[in-house]
């Protein structure tokens, strides 16, 4: 294993040691238990990824990406990777996941990182699909899968990967063959519960042939209010004129922290659309690089942040314009309240060449208390001159005279406030395809206002 | 009855009322004209309760209760309804939701039960009908991609769904064609009823050939200078604004 001698203080910047090294030192404790640990191959790319992690460690706020999302000071210290399973029920499952539990969907059920199959209903599988878990794969993994494995949209250091990659543990792998269909979702229950505090780390890998139509839905809860880091990767790789909506509730307690990286790939003509909503958690950094290598593709990132308390969320957007024709577009809308902290960094890079490229970015923030914060960061990157990009951001309180209006037809205070902070976000979750989904968030939303 | 005793009132420090008086007993339609800048939107705004104007002397009373010293969505449910000059955008915000809302606020304040939804559905259509909105005007998010007319006519459709009790229209007939004015003028005559009061504001005596006042009176500098019956508004389309200008100046 080649892991270096872990001597912060020649590294010459004073670093949150604690976190950075307990997490080496959980790594060194469980990595021979981890699924895979026979694969060499697979062995090699886990020392390798916390390696790799170790030469930095956590970002602090002078590293430009993670300015807003201080990480040596908000991860002050790293739980154990979950050992043993919770008891967790059906019912607690379905009751911690609210609305969303009512979705027909294929779904599979993790707590603290572990598939359980008593808690999923996987029922009919289509055709063309395959749906294995992480954990079966990595015990011998097929050639396609460490093909793809950390290979869809690589980000050179890019730390929340390198972790997950040494400490992954289960996900969903999810196999499309040429025109698959799913009528239903796949729906990914992450759940962590019991009473320690804990790490879990959850892989997910999605390749599609062409033409394929699928939704994936990943919510993230706890059962009991104990807390949780959850460092979850996700690699989508989608073929010619595949369309993939991925969909994210990330509705972990207030104690949780949550780190989370999406790697997408578009080929020719391919359509992705994700949908982000946040409610829950003490911190979130949720992270998405999408890469147009083939022409005429199409990725829409809409997200949706309802902070109070001292809850901080970030959503970071890297994309990456490698093809002519490609549209992408980021829209955020925070509605944060308390010491709420929420943060947009969307940048999007238009390659030489990637001509008519069409890309927009807005984040706009309903701040309603004085001691919000809403940190918006958009760039552009442009290396090619025939390209349609545009960006803006807005933050400020609600609107007087739309109250004034609504008040003025007999509605109380409350009820106008309600009204309009769900027009706001409304504008992003209209766009979700899925209708259940939809009305379950809306109502989410709605629960959260009152 | 409204009444209205010495009101004065100003936005950022500008003096816009200066010792308005007026009454309008219930059953009566009481109109207020005069030139531009002499005050009759801010009255209106002042008794719907915008908090943007500071009262700083006199009384505004509703049947007896002190109005200004209730919220918008008090007056509201107490009886007042101001169609607004410039109706707003709510854009995200579903016309029927927003009506269904308002409606059920009104009913929880007299202790009514919420309607169902078929039979809210049915109230709609029917007041709708009248007022030449189709359903699908409905579908719309609140005033977005409406018309001016329509906005208007969204306006009234409102009022006659909260059947307030003091009506204050402000420049309704603005902007709208004569089909539309006869259109809103039916929609507010089918309102008249002994215990509801109307305060219309216009600039043109247009629309009181389709809604008879009872009183019409002449705002200028933020006073009400003369008042007066019907034919007051026929000798104003004649003569103009010149004169109470004049007094403004």
């Known amino acids: 294993m080649n892991i270096p001698a872990l001597n912060f203080e020649a590294a010459g910047e004073p670093r949150s040691r604690d976190a950075t090294a307990e997490l080496i030192g959980h790594y060194q404790r469980v990595a021979a238990r981890l699924p895979g640990a026979d694969s060499a ?14 030469i930095k460690g956590l970002p602090n706020r002078r590293v430009e990406a993670w300015k807003y999302t201080d990480l040596r000071r908000l991860m002050s210290e790293a739980y154990a990777p979950a050992g043993h399973e919770a008891s967790v029920t059906a019912a607690e499952v379905e009751s911690a996941l609210g609305e969303a539990a009512g979705i027909d969907a294929i779904k599979l059920v993790f707590v603290n990182g572990g598939l359980r199959r008593d808690l999923s209903s996987l029922g009919a599988i289509p055709k063309g699909a395959e749906i294995i878990s992480l954990a079966d794969a990595l015990r011998s993994p097929p050639e396609w899968l460490l093909a793809a494995l950390g290979k869809i949209n690589p980000q050179q250091g890019e730390i929340v990967t390198q972790l997950n990659t040494a400490f992954m543990t289960d996900g969903i792998v999810l196999r499309l063959e040429k025109g698959a269909k799913l009528a239903r979702p796949v729906h990914l229950i992450h759940v962590t519960a019991g ?18 139509e699928a939704s994936f839905i990943e919510s993230y809860v706890s059962i009991g209010a104990s807390a949780a880091q959850v460092i979850a990767a996700t690699e989508v790789r989608l073929a010619a004129d595949a369309r993939l909506r991925h969909y994210k509730i990330s509705g972990e307690n ?29 911190l979130a950094r949720h992270q998405s690089f999408l890469k147009f290598a083939g022409n005429a593709s199409r990725a829409h990132f809409y997200g949706v942040q ?15 314009h490698d093809a002519v024709g490609c549209e992408s577009r980021e829209h955020v809308k925070a509605v944060l309240t308390g010491h709420a902290q929420g943060v947009f960094q969307a940048k999007v890079i238009v390659q030489p060449g990637a001509q008519q490229t069409d890309g927009r970015q807005m984040a706009q923030a309903l701040l309603l208390s004085d001691n919000a914060e809403f940190d918006a960061k958009p760039e552009l990157e442009i290396y090619a001159d025939d390209v349609k990009c545009n960006h803006g951001a807005t933050s400020g309180a609600l609107d007087e005279d739309l109250m004034f209006y609504l008040r003025a037809r007999g509605i109380p205070e409350g009820e106008a406030r309600s009204l309009l902070i769900q027009a706001f976000i409304g504008e992003v979750l209209e766009q979700i395809e899925h209708d259940g989904l939809r009305e379950a968030l809306g109502n989410r939303a709605a629960r959260w206002l009152a | 009855m409204l009444e209205i005793k010495n009101l004065h009132a100003e936005i950022n420090g500008k003096q816009i009322l200066r010792g308005l008086d007026l009454t309008v007993p219930n059953g009566e339609v009481h109109v207020i004209m005069g030139p531009n800048g002499s005050g009759k939107s801010t009255l209106a705004y002042i008794l719907a309760g915008k908090d943007d104007y500071a009262v700083t002397e006199g009384s505004v009373t509703w049947d007896g209760e002190n109005l200004l010293g209730m919220e918008p969505d ?10 607004f000059q410039y109706p707003i955008e709510i854009p995200g915000v579903a016309s029927m939701t927003f009506l269904r809302t308002a409606l059920n606020a009104h009913r929880k304040a007299r202790g009514d039960a919420e309607l169902s939804t078929p039979d809210f559905i049915r109230l709609v259509r029917d007041k709708a009908d009248k007022l030449s909105i189709s359903m699908d005007m409905l579908k719309r998010p609140v005033n977005v991609g409406f018309s001016g007319g329509e906005k208007k006519r969204h306006e009234i459709l409102q009022m006659s769904l909260l059947e307030p009790s003091l009506c204050v229209l402000d420049e309704t007939d603005s902007g709208l064609d004569i089909d539309a004015v006869r259109i809103v003028s039916d929609g507010v005559n089918a309102l008249r009823s002994p215990a509801r009061a109307f305060l219309l504001i216009t600039h043109y005596q247009r629309l009181l050939d389709y809604i008879v006042p009872d009183k019409v009176h002449v705002m200028s500098a933020g006073r009400i ?9 026929l000798e104003l389309e004649k003569s103009g604004y010149a004169e109470y200008d004049a007094t403004a100046a």
């Not at chain 1, 191959?41 to 170790?54: K, M, S, T, V, W």
């Not at chain 1, 104690?255 to 003490?282: K, T």
């Open chain 2, 225 to 233: 200078v003369r008042s007066g019956g019907k034919d007051l508004a």
């Open chain 1, 254 to 282: 207030e104690r949780a922290q949550h780190l989370a990286s999406v790697m997408v790939e578009l080929a020719e003509g391919a359509d992705y659309l994700a949908v982000n909503f946040a409610d829950g958690m003490a």
């Open chain 1, 41 to 54: 191959a697979l062995r090699a790319r886990r020392d390798q990824a916390i390696a790799d992690f170790a």
């Open chain 1, 306 to 320: 309802l902070l109070t308390q001292r809850q901080h969320c970030d959503m970071t957007l890297l994309i990456n």
């Open chain 2, 74 to 83: 008090e007056r509201a449910r107490s009886g007042v309804f101001l169609a």
């Open chain 1, 195 to 212: 009473d320690m505090p804990l790490l879990a780390s959850l892989r997910n890998v999605i390749v599609t042939g062409e033409g394929v």
